[in-house]
T-cell receptor, first 112, second 113 residues
């Protein structure tokens, strides 16, 4: 069975600080990896995805993630966060037959 | 506008009173799914459907029913709600294919007293 671990449950940063959110997965086959963002009071939106090719994936709003197969990791990064990045971030792994498993989420609070 | 529409946004009900949460998508997506979101637990899949008349259990199906009579609609039915089903529910859809991202509805916050 596939699983996803997000190690940081709550992260507090000041504006302009760099961000890295950890995500580790377990799955025996070819994986598709996603990061979703949920702004306060809103639904989840796709931030970026990886399914093949360049392991460094760029998404919307300056976010990027790096797929490291040997570490089973797909960490999310942003060089300089803004107050508007305050949200909850979910890592997800898609396995076969559309089975998508989500991590427990990381709440990011950016202080102006 | 391409979207997934859930109704209602908020629902307060009592134990045992049957309810239905509707979900409709206008993107001609084959795949639809229901999730519940609880603090500290992330999103857990309740049921999913790969196409019309094809549904299957997710990770937490107990106490829920679904149907997929039309491609665009995927209602979630709670025959006899209980307080442990108090949660935030999301419907999602996608094209068929493992790398297709999910499109989420705005959520339904359900309280069962």
């Amino acid at each position: 069975a596939q699983s996803v671990s997000q190690h940081n449950h709550h992260v507090i940063l000041s504006e302009a600080a760099s961000l890295e959110l950890g995500c580790n997965y377990s799955y025996g086959g070819t994986v598709n990896l996603f990061w979703y963002v949920q702004y306060p009071g809103q639904h989840l939106q796709l931030l970026l995805k990886y399914f093949s090719g360049d392991p460094l994936v760029k998404g919307i709003k300056g976010f990027e993630a790096e797929f490291i197969k040997s570490k089973f990791s797909f960490n999310l990064r942003k060089p300089s966060v803004q107050w508007s990045d305050t949200a909850e971030y979910f890592c997800a792994v898609g396995g076969g037959y559309q089975k998508v498993t989500f991590g427990t989420g990381t709440k990011l609070q950016v202080i102006p | 506008e391409a979207q997934v529409t859930q109704n209602p946004r908020y629902l307060i009900t009592v134990t045992g009173k049957k309810l239905t949460v509707t979900c409709s998508q206008n993107m001609n997506h084959e795949y639809m799914s229901w999730y519940r979101q609880d603090p500290g637990l992330g999103l857990r899949q309740i049921y999913y459907s790969m196409n019309v008349e094809v549904t299957d259990k997710g990770d937490v199906p107990e106490g829920y029913k679904v149907s997929r009579k039309e491609k665009r609609n995927f209602p979630l039915i709670l025959e006899s709600p209980s307080p442990n089903q108090t949660s935030l529910y999301f419907c999602a859809s996608s094209l068929w294919g493992d790398n297709s991202p999910l499109h989420f509805g705005n959520g339904t916050r359900l309280t069962v007293t």
